[in-house]
């Protein structure tokens, strides 16, 4: 195995967003058995530490690919494309904070099925946005306006944490 292979290469999968996520787990579960430390337990020092190594880049490459975000950012890095500080347009801060609202209005009443309708309405709003993004990364290689996409799609997996925190404290 390469150290210096990237995700895609180290699991044998196509560089792109659009992934076979059961594929990607089968590689990921033929990987462990692999590298496990604890096959090489009565190993050397030296090859304990190197099943380690593998061990932990196969878990860090799975995680990283097994997420649309992640995986998202990672194609963009692998592309030598920055992600960039750029401003997100006002209208998209815009109905940031009118999601933010919703969400504090609706913990404040401690209304939990407003939560999870707005959590609901969120994921689906993420799925079509992973979608978009699929077709500017695999289709359009337009990586000015994936990168943008990204960088909402930041925001929106931050508020999907919140509102989820906010289901759990309607729940206690």
Not at 18 to 40: I, K, S, W
Not at 88 to 102: K, Y
Not at 118 to 137: G, P, Y
Not at 152 to 167: C, G, N, P, S, W
């Amino acid at each position: 195995m390469d150290f210096n292979a990237d995700h895609f290469s180290l699991f044998e999968l196509p560089r792109t967003f659009r992934l076979d996520a059961a594929l990607l787990e089968r590689r990921y579960l033929q990987m462990q058995l692999l590298v496990h430390p604890d096959r090489f337990a009565s190993a050397g020092d030296a090859e304990q530490r190197l099943s380690l190594q593998w061990a932990t880049r196969v878990n860090e490459g799975y995680q990283t690919l097994k997420k649309p975000l992640l995986r998202a950012k990672y194609l963009l890095r692998l592309a030598a494309h920055d992600l960039g500080s750029e401003n997100v347009p006002a209208d998209f801060l815009v109905e940031q904070m009118e999601w933010r609202e919703a969400v504090e209005e609706a913990r404040a009443a401690g209304q939990h099925h407003e939560l999870e309708h707005l959590h609901h309405r969120l994921k689906r709003d993420i799925v079509e946005r992973h979608e978009e993004l699929a077709l500017l990364l695999d289709d359009q290689h337009d990586l000015g306006q994936a990168a943008d996409r990204v960088r909402r799609l930041m925001f929106l997996d931050k508020l999907l944490v919140e509102i989820d925190e906010a289901i759990a404290e309607c729940e206690e």
